[in-house]
């Protein structure tokens, strides 16, 4: 993943999004490879699917996404995910 201008999420060799279109983010563990997060991110009747390589990175795009919509918000790994 690569972010450009603190907006931009560029998916290498498929797609570029502007964040500020994102409506809202929805995201699971992936079950087959522990530790990387399934990632949509929805854009009106449309979503675009992302898979986070670790939760840092799930966490990074989170806080981008409040950052552009107004809000600085900073979370924790635990409030994102549910440790077992």
Do not use: P
Not at 16 to 39: A, R, S
């Amino acid at each position: 993943m690569i972010i450009k201008q603190e907006r931009y999420l560029i998916k290498c060799n498929s797609y570029i999004i502007d964040l500020l279109t994102v409506d809202f983010i929805t995201w699971k563990e992936n079950e087959k490879e522990e530790g990387t997060y399934w990632t949509k991110l929805h854009i009106g009747q449309k979503e675009v699917r992302y898979v986070c390589k670790n939760a840092e990175e799930l966490k990074r795009v989170i806080e981008l996404w409040c950052y552009i919509h107004g809000q600085k918000v900073y979370t924790s790994i635990d409030e994102l995910i549910e440790m077992e």
